[in-house]
């Protein structure tokens, strides 16, 4: 088991301490978790799909997901805020860019061979359900839900109220959308096209309309939306408080004090509120 490492802070950002190749809880067999996803990976290319139980097959982009990020990327990294959490961070080209710019951020995937391909990058990541306790609740300054993980879950809403708990109020949701007017909950496994297939797991597609209906339903203020390179993106602002069942601790918090943060961590400890 490896040791905690803090996050990076830069002036004005809040200290969030991660860890690293923590072991996930207990749980049954995870999507994105066993071949052909992780095959994939290794290799850095497909095919690779989401097939719905009719047969029909989404293309994943896999050798976009393990190359640096590109023009489009960039774009949503010029837009983040303070500390940044990455949500289905994948093979962690994101969280590598941000850290290479001396940005706090951390990564949360539920795969195992992301999460190790991230920290390959030098990125820091944790392997962990957005849905399952995240380090640093209630006070990310951003977090990205790119590469499609405004499915996660199958259920919109519920993900969007996750987030506002995750989120510090006032603060960034960075979403990328489906180029297509598109709403729909589905049931996937991850595969390869010739055979090999994952296990099942609730997913949803959204276009920006969608996203939008379901953010102004959860609470969320637009504030931009643009497209790049044929992908679409948006932003929210978080207006979750205490009245909207938001239990994270404010910003400045004493929740998280300075005799915690200097302190060694346990690989069992992170930070105060989980």
Do not use: K
Request: charged share 25%.
């Amino acid at each position: 088991m490896s040791a905690a490492r803090p996050v990076p802070t830069g002036e004005g950002t809040r200290p969030v301490t991660a860890l690293i190749d923590c072991p996930p809880s207990d749980s049954p067999a995870r999507p994105w978790s066993a071949d052909p996803y992780t095959d994939a990976l290794r290799t850095g290319r497909g095919p690779l799909f989401l097939r719905r139980t009719d047969g029909w097959l989404l293309p994943l982009e896999v050798e976009r997901w393990c190359a640096a990020a590109d023009a489009a990327d960039r774009e949503v990294l010029r837009r983040c805020e303070g500390a940044v959490l990455d949500v289905g961070c994948g093979p962690g080209r994101l969280v590598a860019a941000l850290a290479a710019q001396g940005r706090p951020v951390l990564g949360i995937d539920v795969s195992e061979a992301a999460v190790a391909h991230t920290v390959r990058l030098g990125g820091q990541a944790l392997r962990r359900s957005v849905f399952e306790a995240v380090p640093g609740e209630g006070r990310w300054d951003t977090a990205l839900l790119i590469d499609g993980n405004v499915g996660i879950g199958g259920d919109p809403h519920a993900l969007l109220r996750r987030l506002s708990q995750l989120i510090a109020p006032g603060g960034l949701l960075v979403a990328e959308t489906a180029p297509v007017d598109v709403d729909e909950r589905v049931r996937v496994r991850v595969a390869d096209g010739r055979g090999a297939s994952g296990t099942s797991f609730p997913w949803a597609r959204l276009g920006t309309p969608a996203l939008l209906r379901h953010a102004g339903w959860a609470g969320w203020r637009t504030e931009g939306q643009w497209t790049a390179d044929g992908r679409s993106f948006l932003t929210l602002r978080n207006r979750s408080d205490r009245r909207t069942g938001n239990t994270a601790e404010p910003p400045n918090s004493a929740a998280v004090t300075s005799s915690q943060r200097d302190r060694n961590p346990s690989p069992e400890s992170v930070v105060a509120d989980l």
